[in-house]
């Protein structure tokens, strides 16, 4: 289930205008604008791990971690997310915020599918090799 927090929640932002969208109105300039006004103190952070878009009066947010999903749907969360949105994007601005499409495999289960790996198997009876480790990698690899 997606978290919605809708536009008439009472405005606590100070300095709001009701004009806005305050900047380019893009995903990026949203997040520097929650960056700016919280000093690191609204729970907001994690706003730049996640993806977002307008769709029309509504900024959806996808989130890519589980914990950055439940923290961004926390009340205080939501509710802050909520007012910068209006805040920045335009009074009538309602937040969803998406749960993860993908689910993170475990180290072990990211283990127990890499020795099932026909190469693997190969390195391990050709040469004796041996896992030592297996992680994924960062996203900036998969490119």
Not at 16 to 37: H, I, K, L, N
């Amino acid at each position: 289930m997606a978290g919605v927090a809708e536009a008439d929640a009472t405005v606590g932002v100070s300095g709001a205008s009701a004009s806005a969208p305050q900047g380019d109105a893009t995903w990026d300039g949203f997040v520097r604008y929650c960056a700016e006004r919280s000093n690191g103190g609204n729970g907001l952070s994690v706003l730049g791990q996640a993806r977002g878009r307008m769709d029309g009066a509504r900024l959806i947010v996808e989130t890519r971690f589980r914990t950055q999903y439940e923290h961004l749907c926390s009340t205080g969360n939501q509710t802050a997310l909520a007012e910068y949105a209006r805040a920045y994007f335009g009074v009538g601005t309602t937040v969803e915020v998406l749960p993860p499409t993908t689910r993170i495999k475990t180290p072990s289960e990211l283990r127990a599918e890499a020795e099932r790996h026909p190469a693997v198997g190969l390195l391990r009876d050709q040469f004796g090799a041996t896992m030592l480790s297996c992680r994924p990698l960062s996203d900036s690899q998969l490119q």
